[in-house]
């Protein structure tokens, strides 16, 4: 008997041994794509909107907080916000920023 048909042999449930677990990879697919690929799409997005973040664009921090970049400390990874109404310049991390508004937006 050829080696590969070892594993659709019956076992003593009467079910093949490879069919047993066909159901368990069917759900780790199901999960990897559902779940980690769209998770590693958006994380891969979101740093590349922060390695492009510039002064002068509006943000929005993790935090809630709006506000116009003023400068970018890369050695850091810090920015610095400038906040409305009072122009209150704060320190973030980079990692805060959760969105930049687009300039249609402003307008």
Not at 35 to 53: E, F, G, Y
Not at 61 to 72: C, K, N, Y
């Amino acid at each position: 008997m050829p080696a590969f048909m070892l594993f659709f042999q019956s076992g003593p449930g009467g079910t093949s041994g490879l069919l047993a677990f066909l159901p368990m990879v069917l759900i780790f697919a199901i999960f990897y794509f559902l779940l980690v690929l769209p998770m590693q799409r958006q994380r891969k997005k979101h740093q590349q909107m922060l390695s492009a973040l510039q002064n002068g664009q509006q943000v929005q921090t993790s935090g809630g907080l709006v506000g116009t970049v003023v400068a970018i400390d890369e050695s850091k990874e810090l920015v610095v916000v400038r906040v409305k109404p009072d122009g209150v310049k704060l320190q973030v991390a980079r990692s805060a920023i959760a969105s930049v508004f687009s300039d249609e937006a402003k307008s």
